[in-house]
């Protein structure tokens, strides 16, 4: 109980049970894992957990999170749900970060991820999990969900089955975030001639 880390590691536990539920299996369970580090991260901002109670500059993970690589690609059964959490957990911790260099806070951060449970599924994936929190934030902190999801293969376009045995990555953002446009028809065989009308120019 000295180390504030666990402390918040545990009640997020209890906050994803109540706001979403069925938080058990490979991945419902490593995302319960993760976003109870995510409390702790946010609300002390520093990139590691339980550094204090182990006596371990790093923390308990396999890295600090600001320093962690794994994309959802690297999403695997066999790791158990604290390893496979920690996928969640960089990828809110880069958002946090982009929240900062934005001028955002804490509290704007917790309430896009808090209020945001609201929207996302019992039993979630980590993209239901990105769009719970796309649900709730206003349009001016969107791209900075999209761009730290996006940056771990979580973008447009991607998804993952309920068990995580089938993953398809995306480093897309929206095209309202600098993506690229949509794909669709393209109109071709066009001809005509300039024309003006009030002052604005057509083609």
Known sequence: DLDSDIVWHEYGHGLTWRS???MTGNVPGAIGEGMSDVLAIIINDEDRVGEYSTLDPDGIRSSRYSLHLDTIGDFNSTRGVHRNGEIIAATVWDM???????GFTA?????????????IPAAPNYFQMRDGFLAQAPAARDCLIWAAFAARGM???????STG???TESFSVPA???GPPPSGPRLTTLTGVGTSQNNTRWR
């Not at 946090?96 to 934005?102: E, L, N, Q, S, T």
């Not at 509290?107 to 929207?119: E, K, Q, S």
């Not at 973008?155 to 089955?161: A, C, P």
């Open 20 to 22: 979403i539920g069925s």
């Open 96 to 102: 946090w970060d982009g929240y900062k260099g934005a």
């Open 107 to 119: 509290n704007d951060a917790l309430d896009d991820i808090v209020m945001g449970m609201n929207f």
């Open 155 to 161: 973008g447009e376009g991607g998804s993952m089955n």
């Open 165 to 167: 045995t089938v993953i």
């Open 176 to 178: 309202i975030c600098g």
